[in-house]
Every structure is written in C-alpha cells, then in structure tokens.
C-alpha cells in the first residue's frame, strides 16, 4: 500500500546516522579499551573528560554498553560511565559467564547476559575490583 512515507530516509535517519559526537566518544572510548584474562574481559571506560571533550550527551551513550562484548574472544564486557563520585556500570556476557552473578556481589543486578552496578569511585577503581572479582567467574583455559 502506497503511503507517501520516504521510508528510505526513515531508516537512513534512525539506524544510520550518529551525531559526530557520539562518533568522536566511541572512537575514543575504543581506543581506551583494555583487556584482562587472555583477552576474555574488556573494560571500556566513559569518562567525564571523554563526554567534555566530545561533547556527548548520556542519552546518545545508551547504546554503547554492548561494545566490548563484540570483541571476539571477549567473554565478559565492562563498560564503566564515570559520574561525580560513582560509576554506573554495565556487564555484558557470553556464555558460559553470568553477568547477574557478578553483579550481585556489588549489590547490582540483571539477568544472565546482561547486568548493572553502580560502584563509589573512580573508574580505576571499579575496573579494578570487576575485574579482580570477574576472573573468578571465567570458565578454565584449557591447554
């Protein structure tokens, strides 16, 4: 049925266009990346000073949380948005490891492939201590 509605320009508008904002803060958020356990973690900080360079809003980072776990190999992807004081964090997985498990040792919670916590401090910090937490949760290498 013919509607009038540019439905090409609809998609193009929704699915493929990014504010040069977010562009610069994912460029620089994936330059930030770093990898832990054999490459099986990544943590991708969003700092302050990343969203004051850039420019970013938080409403145009909603999406951002499932970076890490794109990454092959990765079994656990941390994404951690600094705030004044606190740190909001997002736990995504593959299986076998649980996101909601790790989670709730910080009093966040989700479900299996995908978490929250919000942990006092900086983004160091929290990195640190998901991922000292994290490891015990990864399946064994095998040789």
Known sequence: MESGVDTAAINTRVFESESKAKMLAEA????SLEF????RIAV???TLAMRAQTGVT???LEDVAGIPRKIEGVLLGITIKEHEGEC???LRSKEPVNAD???EIFGGGGHRLAAGITIKGTVEEAARLLVAEAVKHLPKEQA
């Open 28 to 31: 620089k958020m994936m330059s």
């Open 36 to 39: 832990y356990a054999g490459d």
């Open 44 to 46: 991708m900080p969003v």
């Open 58 to 60: 938080g409403e145009e």
């Open 88 to 90: 909001h964090i997002s």
């Open 101 to 103: 498990e790790i989670a």
